[in-house]
């Protein structure tokens, strides 16, 4: 782990819209899709047998309720458009738009049919890829009214209150058959292809984006090293794994010798150069076990796991030697000398090793190194048991412990499961499932009229293969329990536990009517489900193989090859078979499938929002101080700058560096280096306004940005930062005051109208270099320009 951390960021654009836009993502696939029906039933009134497949006047007559449906569609769409910059947070909008989305696709149901494999398809498919882009509160609304909608119009046509799918005949013959599929797989394809593709596309890139912004919540953005908060993590993991293992562990701390005069002397951006070389060379000498951190401003921390004191030496010493050959230059060619001092502590794992005994004790032969006359590399010996606890509790912030790993927990959701409990979990819901299809075929066998709803051989038949497949679950799941004990992730057990899965569910759709609701919900919850908790590849393949599986037995139905849901009975129509039992039969189906699918989506995508958003503000955050961190506080620069450019109004960017901060450490210990910077910026987060921004630049330097702000305006708000600064009380562990007082550089856009950022940052960092030179503890604006005199 000792090369730098980098991931290139791939944000599909639709994460980022705001509230409305998102609102009008159903608007626009209205528009699409019934465009798509508008040309399927033109083509369908020009066939010349269409009055045996379809009501034509009834069909011709709703066309222009498409246009107008369409037309209402578009007219939203372009409101929505204009309400996304001036109301870009209007919630109220997504509601609207997911209302007209869910009512215009019911009444096209109706039409065709609300037990139909389409309105299943649509009900499913559509609310789970709406948990990907629109707000839960929004998508169970848009399901409530548009199942309500639904299961009104079934019960309507079941009273004799309303025709069932007028818009379509019943199939008579081969011919009206063969259509009927058509027109069935017509009006759902779309649904299942927007929605598989949409979801599948989309969580791949969620995943991206989180797994960027995890990766910079756990990077120091400066040297692409593990941050502070990373490499406590590691150290923890480590330590835990050499109490396991009883393996030895070694902590490295190095400091990089008098790194205040590169700073002083050639600049804050000199300075930089010089900590990514660092990191750099220092992450390319250790081994791949290793890993590096930066423990501070200009401090690392090198961490070796199975390594005695004696192998953590020599490498220290390697360290060292490299640090001491670097060739870096300033920007006038002169050579910048780097050297760094060591301390190291290791230990064999024991059940009484802590991670903070080990930092303390590297920390403490550091000190030994800097006064023995630094550049030099000093081991440490580990306290007892009890010293170690106290180490603890001085060196590792409890809030760093098992960050990473709740870290990416929070990223994966279901993901942060082993691949066998999730496959576990997809067997026991299948074994819930078929448990339900046992008791519904018993009950139906039991029923005195049974010979009328169901066909009484092929019903004692079904009965044997449900118990048949609940016995391969059964064994899966014992298969799948043994993998899981075993910590394997069979790739070959996911697929045949899948395609078990799928081609059972077509099988027993088979029997009952597969073009139905029922196989509509299974077909569209069963593939978004599984993109949540399996590898997208593993899904794509059992999807394909039931989808090409479906079809061919649909098309061989209605060919006559096959009986169309053999399991109803004579007398009863299969195509449209409403009575109720079969209705409510296909609702039992059903209604298992849509809950489980809807609350795992609900847990699982419902929260992912919520993490991004947390792991967003971990990822702008520096952990230590609350503050901007300084990948942060520069793309805050960038915006600031813009928009005072475009508004014509005045920016202020002011650097600041904590007076004296390496003597505090050094006499008072790290922990109470922390403590003073967490109470500084504080201080400077109190001190300044709300329109202002404050990050952690360096070390102990810190970036303020002050908005509509010139010279008089700055220099009051500055003096005022460093006298509350210089009346900050800090105790250090032993009770003694600790002074902290800061330098303050300031440059304005009003003196470089034209500098970008860096020239901004750069000037500010040339007049806290003025204000060091000053005496520190005092503010220093842009320097004067040269007088008439002085040019003469």
Known sequence: MGKPLSIRLHVLAALKWNSVERGCAPLLQILLIFAYYIAGARHVLARPDRERLVDAALLEAQLPVMSVLAGGALLLFLLGLALRQRRPDALWFQFLGSQYYCLALVWVGYLTGTLSFATGVVLMGATLTGYVLLDRRV???????????????????????????????????????????????????????????????????????????????????????????????????????????????????????????????????????????????????????????????????????????????????????????????????????????????????????????????????????????????????????????????????????????????????????????????????????????????????????????????LAVEEFRLLLLALAGVGVLLLVALQLRRRGSESRLFQHIAQQYYGLTLVGFGTLVGMLTLPGGVVLAASPLVGFIFFEISIVCWSLLTSTLALFALAYASALGWLPYAPLIAEGVSRYQPLTPFWMASYYAFALPVMAMAIRLADRTLGSWRQRGEMLLQLSLTDMLTGAHNRGSILRQLDKELARARRQGTPLTVVLLDLDHFKRINDTWGHPTGDRVLQAAAGVLQASVRQCDAVGRYGGEEFL???????????????????????????????????PVTASFGYATTTDAP??????????????LYRAKAAGRNCVEGPAPAPSSANVA
Not at 302 to 318: F, S, W, Y
Not at 713 to 729: F, H, P, S
Not at 754 to 767: H, T
């Open 704 to 738: 303020l940005l002050l908005p509509d702000t010139g010279h008089d305006g700055a220099a009051i708000l500055l003096e005022r930062c460093r006298q509350r600064l210089a009346e900050l009380q800090v105790m250090a562990d032993t009770g003694a005051p600790v």
């Open 754 to 767: 034209e500098a970008g950022a860096e020239a901004l940052v750069q000037r500010a960092d040339e007049a």
């Open 139 to 457: 998508i169970l609304a848009g399901f409530g009214v548009a199942f309500t909608a639904v299961l009104a119009l079934n019960l309507a046509a079941l009273q004799g209150l309303l025709p069932y799918a007028p818009a379509l005949r019943a199939p008579a013959d081969v011919a009206g058959a063969v259509f009927w599929t058509h027109a069935t797989l017509f009006i759902a394809a779309p649904h299942l292809l927007l929605s598989l593709v949409a979801t599948g596309v989309m969580l791949t890139q969620w995943r991206r984006r989180e797994a960027y912004i995890t990766s910079i919540g756990l990077t120091d953005a400066l040297t692409l090293v593990h941050n502070r908060r990373s490499i406590f993590d590691q150290l923890e993991a480590e330590v835990a794994r050499a109490r396991r293992q009883g393996t030895p562990l070694a902590v490295v701390l190095l400091d990089l010798d008098h790194f205040k005069r590169i700073n002083d002397t050639w600049g804050h951006a000199t300075g930089d150069r010089a900590l990514r070389e660092a990191a750099g060379l220092l992450a390319a000498t250790l081994r791949q076990s290793d890993a590096i951190g930066r423990f501070g401003g200009e401090e690392f921390l090198l961490l070796l796991p199975d390594t005695p004191e004696e192998g953590a030496r020599l490498l220290a010493e390697r360290c060292r030697q490299q640090l001491a050959a670097l060739e870096l230059r300033a920007d006038d060619g002169r050579r910048i000398p780097l050297s760094a001092s060591f301390g190291l502590a290791a230990a064999t794992g024991a059940a009484a090793l802590e991670a903070g005994a080990l930092v303390l004790a590297a920390d403490t032969a550091l000190y030994r190194a800097k006064q023995g006359g630094r550049n030099r590399v000093e081991a440490g010996e580990v306290a007892a048991a009890d010293a170690g606890a106290a180490g603890s509790e001085r060196h590792t912030p409890s809030r760093y412990t098992g960050l990473r790993r709740v870290l990416r927990q929070m990223l994966r959701g279901g993901q942060s499961w082993h691949v066998m409990d999730r496959v576990v979990l997809g067997l026991v819901m299948m074994g819930a499932m078929y448990a339900g299809f046992t008791a519904w075929a018993l009950l139906a066998r039991l029923r005195p009229d049974s010979a009328q709803i169901i066909d009484p051989v």
